[in-house]
């Protein structure tokens, strides 16, 4: 299937939100997003219904239609009820901040009890931590380099990584999009 894309606009700057059945994003953590071609894709192939479109059409020689902007699946899919053990996940619980000195950039992850002594790749045993800080601190023991997280690592339910998320929306997010995200925003005092 060959697509033409309207060449004024650049297609790949229009995903489609992905929701679920009951018109929930099939995922938060990360968001439920496709590119325009996946989302083109479900269309044709009916799994999914068209909530919202862009105004940028594409066209083939045997249709042309404009790109989808929200779509949501014809059949509902069980969302997980704990959230993936991510690398972005750990970095959402942690506000994106060193858990040492509270820096926000060069971040990479740090076993607060090292592999080296038995730590374990866990919720409860990573934090983020800045480059400087995880080199400082090496393979030793909290106690031993005097460095200690500043939260307690723990395993965040779904309702610690939304209040989280509200803090670092996606970097794109198209205005047919609000409708379905972060409604309860106002809600928060
Ligand atoms: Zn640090």
Same mark, same amino acid.
């Given at each position: 299937m060959t697509v033409h894309v309207q #060449?004024?606009? %650049?297609? +790949?700057a229009c995903p489609a939100l992905v929701l679920n059945a009951d018109y929930r #994003?099939?995922? @938060? $953590? #990360?968001? %439920?997003i496709w590119c325009w071609q996946d989302a083109i894709k479900a269309v044709f192939l009916d799994r999914?219904?068209?909530?919202s479109e862009y105004d940028r059409m594409v066209r083939s020689p045997s249709f042309e239609m404009r790109l989808p902007s929200v779509v949501s699946l014809k059949t509902y899919v069980q969302p997980s009820r704990n959230p993936a053990f991510t690398r972005f996940n750990v970095f959402l619980r942690d506000r $994106? =901040?060193?858990? @040492?000195?509270?820096?926000? +950039?060069?971040l990479t992850f740090d076993h607060v009890i090292p592999r080296s002594k038995g730590?374990? =790749? =866990?919720w409860e045993n990573v934090v983020a931590a800045c480059s400087p800080c995880n080199l400082r601190k090496s393979d030793q023991l909290p106690r031993d380099a005097e460095m200690w997280p500043r939260q307690t690592p723990y395993a965040p339910d779904l309702h610690d990584l939304h209040r989280a998320g509200r803090h670092f929306p996606p970097n794109f997010l198209h205005e047919s999009w609000l409708d379905y995200l972060y409604w309860d925003t106002e809600l928060e005092p």
């Open positions: #060449p004024s606009v %650049s297609a +790949e #994003p099939l995922s @938060y $953590f #990360p968001l %439920s999914v219904n068209i909530v $994106f =901040t060193c858990q @040492y000195c509270g820096a926000r +950039e060069d730590g374990l =790749t =866990t």
